[in-house]
């Protein structure tokens, strides 16, 4: 599987971005898609997950209400639509997943597919 992040960019406290993941090289039928953030200085984290079967998601506590993570019907690209974004949100942003990623909640060493990172920032 090859994932391909983008949809990053600059934008002012209380913007949105909407970044995208799209999926070549196999289907995602059976998968669940993780979007990971990484800031300078501070460890990698889960944002927030979707079951491409199910499309059942979880958010981390800080994006809860502000973000949404969604799935084409086509079921080959993931969506992250970032609504009232804080200059805590600025980070690089991944899409991940792995052959034993089929439901959100994996370890972190089951993700073996990354896209490159996508680069958010919030500053005004």
């Known amino acids: 599987v090859q994932l391909q992040a983008s949809g990053g960019g600059s934008v002012q406290p209380g913007g949105s971005l909407r970044l995208s993941c799209a999926a070549s090289g196999d289907s995602l039928d059976y998968y669940a898609i993780t979007w990971f953030r990484q800031a300078p200085g501070k460890e990698r984290e889960g944002v927030s997950c979707i079951s491409i079967p199910d499309g059942r998601t979880t958010y981390v506590d800080s994006v809860k209400g502000r973000f949404t993570i969604s799935r084409d019907v086509a079921k080959t690209t993931v969506y992250l639509q970032m609504n009232s974004l804080k200059p805590e949100d600025t980070a690089v942003y991944y899409c991940?997943?792995?052959?034993?990623?089929?439901?959100?909640?994996?370890?972190?060493?089951?993700?073996?597919?990354w896209g490159r990172g996508t680069q958010v920032t919030v500053s005004s």
């Open positions: 991940a997943t792995g052959t034993w990623v089929v439901e959100c909640g994996a370890k972190m060493q089951d993700y073996i597919y």
